[in-house]
């Protein structure tokens, strides 16, 4: 039922490989544009077979192969017919990449972490498509080159869109809900979004053969775990927020595809919205303190958690990898620590529901794909705007 509305779509130089998947999604009415005259006939093939209807143009002839334009004709005809009842989409054309540079699509890359990475993917020469729906994201955060779609990853017709319309190698997958006390409010909210919106985005990287993700998960899944947590760390999801989280990942594992789930310790630094501790200490005069402060947090700052993402897709790019790494300082601060490194002054108020004691990493797994923190917790202290 999700692709009942999709009539129409127009290629333009897709390999056939992609036919099969582009017929599961029921497209009926498929133009070809100026492919090489055999791709043109392997896919005109493929689609008559499967009985869709299939107009050929070739740039520079309007229609090569003359044996097929007769039936085409005749199905033009029935098509307007039941067409005019019918929503089009239009599909088109592959982003052809240079040298190493990959397509690369970012859900929820207007928002604070994603625009960090759009950004610096965009500026290594890698073609970058966003898929956001400005809840909580601003698009103008994105550089200029970057491609935006203003979509939901919780409606298929948005992802066929940004599947279809470019080749993507790759998916970088920010895009959620991320408050924790908010998710024990709206737990179905979250699952919805979160879950669903995963499991949606999985099912057309499938349809549309893309075989590799990057996942934001989040050190929340290891719970009130008292030491410094690895990858090997126990899981124990206290929050809604931290079991789609771990729901997400069990979905990418199992999914067969190639992936690096990235579980984040405490972001921090850059161009920082919310109510996140670090964001509070520069944005408010007197800081809430929730509980009496002795709670210890690894910070790590935004810009080196873009820059795990660029060594990542790197990796991705030559290694069949599936691996999950944690993205942390390897060094804790206690809210109390953290606030007197501002001198602002703060006050105290009862604890939040869903807060964790402790949270350390032990990063060294991150290695693998060449990433070392290098920013201190000085820095994200440190007002900045870009
Ligand atoms: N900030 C942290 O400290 C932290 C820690 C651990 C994990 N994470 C994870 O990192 C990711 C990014 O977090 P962030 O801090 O940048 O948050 P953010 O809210 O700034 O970014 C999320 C982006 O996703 C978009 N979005 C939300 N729902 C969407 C939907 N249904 N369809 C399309 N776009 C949608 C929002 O508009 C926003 O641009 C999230 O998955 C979050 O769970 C963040």
């Known amino acids: 039922m999700e692709n009942r509305y999709i009539l129409r779509c127009v290629i333009e130089n897709v390999p056939t490989s992609r036919a099969k998947k582009l ?7 498929i133009t070809i544009l100026g492919a090489n005259p055999s791709l043109l006939k392997t896919w005109a093939r493929e689609m008559l077979k499967a009985r869709r209807y299939t107009c050929i143009v070739s740039r520079v002839q309007v229609v090569r192969i003359y044996s097929l334009l007769v039936e085409y004709i005749a199905m033009l005809v029935r098509l307007w017919v039941e067409a005019k009842k019918e929503q089009f989409i239009f599909f088109q054309g592959t982003n052809k990449t240079k040298g190493d540079s990959m ?21 290594s020469g890698h073609k970058v ?3 956001d729906n400005l809840s909580t994201g601003d698009k103008d955060n994105l550089d200029k080159g970057i491609q935006f779609y203003d979509g939901d990853i919780t409606n298929a017709s948005d992802l066929i869109r940004v599947f279809g319309y470019n080749d993507i190698n790759l998916v970088i997958h920010f895009a959620g809900k991320i408050i924790v006390e908010e998710s024990i409010n709206k737990p179905i909210e979250y699952y919805y979004t979160n879950v669903e919106g995963t499991r949606l985005l999985l099912k057309y990287m499938e349809h549309f053969s893309v075989n590799k993700i990057i996942f934001s998960s989040s050190a929340s899944v290891y719970g009130n775990y008292e030491g410094i947590a690895n990858e090997e760390t126990i899981t124990d999801p ?33 161009k920082q919205k919310g109510n996140s501790l670090i964001a509070n200490i520069k944005n408010s005069d007197i800081i809430t303190i929730y509980g009496d402060g002795s709670n210890i947090r690894d910070f790590i700052h935004v810009k080196d958690i873009a820059e795990a993402h660029f060594r990542a897709v790197k990796h991705m790019s030559s290694n069949n990898t599936h691996e999950l790494i944690n993205l942390g300082c390897g060094r804790g601060y206690t809210v109390l620590e953290t606030i007197m490194k501002s001198n602002k002054d703060y006050i105290f108020t009862k604890a939040r529901a869903g807060d964790i004691k402790i949270s350390l990493c032990d990063n060294k797994k991150a290695e693998i794909i060449g990433w070392k923190p290098i920013r201190s917790i000085e820095e994200m202290l440190k007002e900045d705007t870009k």
């Open 103 to 123: 397509n690369i699509l970012i859900t929820g890359g207007a928002g604070y972490i994603g625009h960090y990475t759009a950004n610096l993917l965009n500026k």
């Open 238 to 270: 206290m929050t809604p927020y931290a079991s789609t989280k771990l729901t997400c990942e069990d979905m990418i594992k199992y999914s067969g595809i190639e992936y690096i789930i990235f579980r984040y310790f405490n972001v921090a630094g850059g």
């Open 129 to 131: 498509i966003v898929i």
């Open 23 to 29: 017929l599961k999604c029921n497209v009926q009415f």
